[in-house]
């Protein structure tokens, strides 16, 4: 079935580095969601693309959807602590679009 | 406006036991959505109610069921409680079905731990 990969899973960064998440899929998705969570919180809806190609930047973060609308990434510009969580990518999977969620990349901050 | 409200946060339940959990969605808000996360599964969809219909189930026994209130609220049951069932569970909230284009709002979860 359609799978959606996301790595890294873990990544450490020393505040202000830049950090990346990368979500691909084997099969063309329709749209894809990006959501953050918190330590000890639940996952909060950052964005969605929907276009082939599309970039949208929130602030330090850029989010892409690649031209074949198989891959997806999200980039944070200098990271900062309040950047720390686990960074989820998600899409509509079935007929009736139930939202499938990537298996997320926690990121931490070392100041 | 408020957010989702689940209710309770946290539940300890004994193997065998079953456990009702609760979720208000936003007002509005038609579409009512549960997950199970998992440091091992991670987010696992449950199943997905819409003026009061399951529209969507995904791959879980069926010691796992729900039901929508006319005024919109959801409810899930875990029948036959197992260790495994131990998990943050996530009630989403949207409009209408399907993926909106603004996303899921998600509650704060209630923690169940089964020992």
């Known amino acids: 079935g359609q799978q959606v990969m996301q790595i890294p899973q873990y990544q450490h960064v020393q505040e202000g580095e830049d950090f990346t998440t990368y979500c691909n899929s084997s099969?063309?998705?329709?749209?894809i969601q990006w959501y953050k969570q918190r330590p000890g919180g639940h996952p909060v809806f950052l964005i969605q693309?929907?276009?082939?190609?599309e970039v949208k930047k929130q602030k330090r973060l850029t989010f892409q959807f690649g031209e074949a609308k198989k891959n997806s990434s999200l980039h944070i510009t200098a990271t900062q602590t309040t950047d720390v969580g686990t960074y989820f990518c998600?899409?509509?999977?079935?007929?009736?679009?139930?939202?499938?969620f990537g298996t997320g990349t926690r990121l931490t901050i070392i100041p | 406006k408020a957010g989702v409200t689940q209710t309770p946060r946290y539940l300890i339940k004994t193997r065998g036991q079953q456990v009702t959990l609760s979720c208000s969605p936003i007002?509005?808000?038609?579409?009512v959505s549960w997950y199970q996360q998992t440091p091992g599964q991670g987010l696992q969809f449950l199943f997905e109610?819409?003026?009061?219909?399951?529209?969507n189930k995904g791959n879980f026994p069926g010691r796992f069921s729900g039901r929508q209130f006319s005024n919109s609220r959801s409810e899930m049951n875990v029948s036959t409680l197992e260790l495994g069932d131990s998990a943050l569970y996530l009630c989403?909230?949207?409009?209408?079905?399907?993926?909106?284009?603004?996303?899921?709002?998600f509650g704060s979860g209630t923690r169940l731990t089964v020992v």
């Open positions: 989403a909230s949207s409009f209408r079905t399907g993926t909106p284009n603004y996303g899921y709002t």
């Open positions: 099969t063309t998705l329709s749209n």
């Open positions: 693309l929907v276009k082939s190609g």
């Open positions: 998600a899409h509509p999977l079935g007929g009736n679009e139930k939202l499938t």
């Open positions: 007002s509005g808000h038609r579409s």
């Open positions: 109610y819409f003026s009061e219909t399951q529209r």
